[in-house]
């Protein structure tokens, strides 16, 4: 059974879910086996458990990772949470609207356009006709098809096909997301974007159940994560536990040994960065001024996660002045995330502007009216210095929005906008 209901502290509830098919001994070839068997009595089936009393919950706003081996009930889970199959046994309760991204072409007409699929299928998703007509643009230029969008879609390869289905999935704007090995087809460049949004999503906080073979990933995204066996759960927790354990059940001894000797090692390292993070602590504790927070805006006041070139946008530093200085200043830096290369700064100094710090905290806004921002990842990092002189500048604190929230804000490329970082607005003339 799957139900629904408004008013629950998780985005999905499986309790004991069980799910038996029946796989017939003699196969049958042709239509006229299919006839003749209709009429025999003796056919045989195996029955094959693909889950059995499966239980766990997703919270909202969780990235909640599936793993396990093939055959172990991963997609059939996921088939029973969007609905498509009904369990045997158990109960699936639901609390928000579901956009599922299982298999390549599912809910697609290779005989239609790539125009009229995105149609059908964001109508199955349930969004309307005026939604989609506003969404279409951004659908296929994520999908990077615009040139093959009117173009039936069995003349798309299989890495169109899984861009323009993900496309759809994401801007469906549903409460929880269900993706089945999303990277496994796509080119690298896609899997990065891929990747982006999954960045974009987890800062949303938005729920998506993500199954896949990729640790990493999991790793690095998930909240939480389950791992499955002969379809049932042998871990359900946390991510690292639980990636451990799929690991330890797919290796031999010796791979087993190098594996408890690697986390030692890791271990080792982590109490090194601990101390290491406790010294700094220490030390940021004893500054007459600390940067706290670092944050990005659009012209509407959302956080930024991406912008395009001429965009307006705002940077916003929180700092906490523990003892008053005479000549406190802010600055702010751009930097390129691809290669740390220093891009543009600004300083409260040089532009003359009175920060009239005050013991506590103190937010200051910087606002860009045009950037020239054409292409890449960039961050931000603030600067607190004090001038003694002409000559003489002493830094107080310094810190990254990469150490604050690893916040990398993408720049989105116009197509035919040219190449590099930055884009300088220009004009073209021949001499006569």
């Not at 993706?179 to 460049?189: I, K, R, T, Y």
């Not at 002969?230 to 797919?250: F, H, M, P, Q």
Request: proline share 1%; charged share 35%.
């Amino acid at each position: 059974m799957r139900t629904k209901k408004t008013q629950l502290k998780n985005a999905i509830d499986v309790h004991n879910v069980s799910k038996m098919f029946r796989i017939p001994h003699e196969k049958v070839s042709s239509l006229r086996g299919a006839f003749v068997s209709a009429f025999k009595g003796d056919r045989t089936y195996e029955e094959f458990k693909a889950l059995d009393k499966v239980s766990f919950s997703v919270k909202k706003g969780e990235f909640f990772g599936i793993i396990g081996r093939n055959g172990s009930g991963k997609s059939t889970l996921l088939k029973i949470l969007a609905g498509i199959y009904r369990p045997d046994s158990g109960r699936v309760t639901v609390n928000g609207r579901i956009s599922p991204f299982l298999e390549l072409g599912i809910g697609f007409n290779p005989e239609l356009s790539g125009r009229d699929n995105v149609y059908l299928n964001a109508t199955v998703l349930g969004l309307s006709r005026k939604e989609i007509d506003k969404k279409f643009n951004d659908i296929v230029r994520f999908a990077e098809l615009e040139r093959f969008i009117d173009q039936k879609l069995k003349n798309y390869s299989s890495g169109m096909q899984v861009r323009l289905a993900f496309a759809v999935s994401i801007h469906a704007n549903r409460d929880i997301l269900l993706m089945d090995e999303v990277l496994a087809v796509g080119d690298s460049n896609f899997q990065k974007k891929c990747l982006d949004t999954f960045k974009r999503y987890k800062n949303q906080e938005k729920t998506v159940i993500l199954v896949t073979h990729d640790i990493g990933i999991v790793r690095e995204y998930c909240n939480r994560a389950l791992l499955l066996h002969n379809g049932t759960v042998l871990e359900v927790g946390d991510v690292d536990t639980v990636c451990d354990a799929y690991i330890a059940k797919n290796m031999h001894a010796r791979q087993r040994k190098e594996l408890e000797e690697r986390e030692h090692i890791k271990r080792q390292e982590e109490e090194r960065e601990k101390e290491i993070k406790k010294n700094k602590e220490k030390g940021r504790k004893e500054k007459d001024a600390v940067i706290e927070d670092i944050q990005l805006f659009d012209a509407r006041g959302n956080e930024l996660m991406e912008i395009a070139h001429g965009e307006p946008f705002s940077i916003e530093t929180t700092v906490d002045v523990r003892r008053r200085r005479k000549n406190l200043f802010l600055a702010v830096q751009i930097f390129d995330n691809s290669n740390d290369a220093f891009l543009c700064g600004n300083n409260t100094h040089n532009d003359h502007f009175d920060c009239k710090w005050r013991t506590g905290k103190n937010t200051i806004k910087i606002f860009f009216k045009d950037n020239v921002f054409n292409m890449g990842e960039i961050y931000v990092r603030a600067v607190v210095f004090e001038r003694k002189g002409d000559n003489d500048i002493v830094i107080i604190d310094t810190i990254s929005c990469k150490e604050i929230n690893e916040k990398i804000v993408k720049i989105v490329h116009k197509e035919g906008a040219g190449g590099g970082i930055m884009r300088i607005e220009h004009k073209w003339s021949k001499k006569r």
